[in-house]
């Protein structure tokens, strides 16, 4: 039986919470004052456990088991978004810190251990799932040259040296290594909490198909210019829009979100005509057909408005990362986890965020669970779980570290 300790389990994340503390949650961008020195105690934390810790080129925190051969790989990251909740990154890797102690000395687990990762930058302030991709391999350095805090400015590069990072190397995983990859996770949306569930177990994370809509027509003046002869931009975009809102519910499937989540009017002045309009457009779905059939309707609609005149419209993709299944066995484990610690409060489900699970899944088996979050709100410092269910997912956590280890071959 592996039992964690509710209390130690608690009372990592309330410390967690005293670095970048903003109200109820934290700010702590990637690599802020706040977010190094969170990565320096939680290395403590690593090296109290008995974990070999070490911090790399990239900012990734690493806990090692000393003398084991087959092991599991845990992990999350540390840095939050701007102003935002105490849980979301730190929930991961405090669950993946308790398995370490209570496996990882057991005898039962000679040859075998957990370690725990702390992924850079997963919330993307400089780019998108920038520690993981550099631990698989999919990060070069002309990446990390271009990479820029999307909200102060500073290069990835400069931030890394006033850390002290700049000259260390970057680890990279050796697959062979690991028997696996499992990460927890506030849910951020209030499926489980509507449903009255403890627990979620993750299917598959989605994949998110972004795009940009250009419109061209003309810039005019916005008091002499007949409205018979406008070619407004803007128009053009908002009609499309509404034309997305009335198709897109009949092409998708249960879970399909899509999201408008940026409109620049060019000039963007009171008296103008806009000249052109652009929109950034998001489709997010777990299932890569859905999302194939999505984005034909979106192209069938912007070629409708732009056939239909007066302006021009044209699309483009600007980012797709695929669904990322979640490996059976790994998902089974966290079922059997879950049944023997909360009976039937658990259910399956997709993931609507992406997670650093989507990329280490690419070079091994990787599980998710999730635990409920208040009123289905994150990214904001009201995010919150209550201490029962932060307490409950640890155990399930461990438990199903405990049994997939158990099943491996030294
Ligand atoms: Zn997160």
């Not at 994340?13 to 190094?36: A, Q």
């Not at 849980?87 to 957990?114: M, T």
């Not at 400089?126 to 990060?139: A, C, I, Y």
């Not at 620049?264 to 457009?281: C, K, N, Q, V, W």
Request: proline letters at 4%.
């Amino acid at each position: 039986m592996t039992t964690i300790s509710p209390d130690r389990v608690l009372a990592d994340l309330n410390r967690l919470r005293d670095f970048g503390r903003h109200k109820t949650g934290v700010h702590r961008p990637s690599l802020s004052t706040e977010h190094n020195a969170a990565c320096h105690w939680f290395a403590g934390r690593m090296a109290d456990a008995g974990l070999t810790p070490a911090i790399d080129g990239i900012g990734n925190v690493y806990g090692s088991a000393p003398g084991a051969t087959r092991k599991l790989l845990t992990g999350s990251h540390l840095e939050s978004q701007n102003y935002a909740g105490w849980l979301d990154g730190p929930l991961g890797v405090v669950y993946g810190l308790e398995a370490a102690r209570v496996i990882n000395g057991d005898p039962a687990f000679a040859g075998r251990g957990v370690d725990v990762g702390v992924w850079f930058d997963e919330e993307g302030h400089f780019g998108h799932f920038l520690g993981s991709r550099s631990f698989v391999d999919g990060l070069s350095d002309a990446d990390i040259d271009s990479a820029v805090d999307r909200t102060s400015g500073r290069t990835l590069r400069e931030a890394l040296a006033a850390a002290g990072l700049a000259d260390k190397p970057r680890t990279q995983v050796k697959p062979s290594d690991y028997i696996g990859y499992l990460e927890a996770h506030i849910e951020q949306g209030d499926w489980l909490e509507a449903k009255g569930l403890n627990l979620g177990i993750v299917t598959s994370i989605v994949g998110i198909w972004q795009f940009s809509v250009t419109f061209t027509g003309t810039q005019n003046h916005a008091g002499t210019t007949r409205m018979a002869i406008r070619r407004d931009a803007g128009l053009a975009l908002t009609d499309l829009c509404g034309a997305i809102a009335r198709r897109f519910p009949e092409v998708a499937g249960e879970r399909t979100v899509w999201t408008t989540g940026r409109i620049t009017l060019d000039p963007g002045a009171p008296s103008i005509i806009p000249g052109t309009a652009e929109m950034l457009f998001q489709i997010r779905d777990a299932d890569l057909a859905t999302l194939q059939r999505m984005e034909a309707a979106l192209a069938d609609l912007v070629a409708a408005s732009d056939a239909a005149g007066p302006c021009r419209a044209r699309y483009q993709a600007l980012r797709k990362s695929m669904p990322a299944v979640m490996a059976p066995h790994m998902q089974a484990a966290l079922a059997d986890a879950a049944t023997k610690h909360a009976g039937n409060r658990y259910t399956r489900m997709p993931s609507g965020a992406g997670h650093d699970a989507q990329i280490l899944s690419k070079v091994m088996s990787a599980g998710m669970l999730f635990v409920p979050s208040i009123g289905g709100i994150s990214h904001h410092w009201t995010e919150n779980t209550s201490d029962a269910d932060i307490v409950l997912g640890a155990q399930v956590f461990a438990t199903a570290c405990a049994s997939l280890l158990r099943e491996a071959e030294v």
